[in-house]
C-alpha cells in the first residue's frame, strides 16, 4: 500500500518545494509516501467549470488504478493527528494503494467529491495551495512516526 498525493498545480515557491522535499526524503526513496502534479488548467473569467473539469480528468489519470480516492476539501471530515495515523492503518489493512487528492484554485466538482471515497479536510481555514500540500506531507509524516514509534511526534 502506498499513499499518493495527488494534486492540482505546477511549480510551488522555493520554500514550499524544498519542505515537500524534505519530508518525502524522511521516508526514503521506496517510502510509503508518492506525489504527483498535474497541471492546472488556463482559467477563464466567466466560469471555471472548464477548467474544473480539464483538471479533474488529469487528476483521474494520474491516480493509481483501484486506490481509494480521498479528496481534501473544506467540507471534509475533521480529523486529529492522531485520528489520522489509526485512519492510515486502517487503509493499509485495505492494502489497496490511496490516492489523497488536492484540487485546483476552484476546487472540485460536486459530483467529483462526492464520487471519491472520502472527503478530509486539512483545516477549518482557507490555505493556499502550497502550504496546503507542505501540511499534508508532514501530517502524513507524522502519521507514519506515530504508527512506527518514531519520537517525531510529541503528544
Known sequence: ?????????????????????????????????????????????????????????????????GALRVVLDERGQRLSTVALAQRVQRWQQDARDVALIVGGADGLSVAWRNACDEQLRLSDLTLPHALARVLLLEQLYRAWSLNHGHPYHRA
Open 1 to 65: 500500500m502506498k499513499l499518493w498525493v495527488v494534486a492540482v498545480g505546477q511549480r510551488l515557491p522555493a520554500w514550499a518545494e524544498t519542505a515537500c522535499a524534505d519530508y518525502l526524503k524522511r521516508l526514503g526513496p521506496d517510502g510509503p509516501i508518492g506525489l504527483r502534479v498535474v497541471r492546472a488548467a488556463t482559467r477563464h473569467h466567466a466560469d471555471a467549470s472548464a477548467a474544473i473539469k480539464q483538471e479533474e480528468s488529469a487528476l483521474q489519470a494520474a491516480i493509481p488504478k
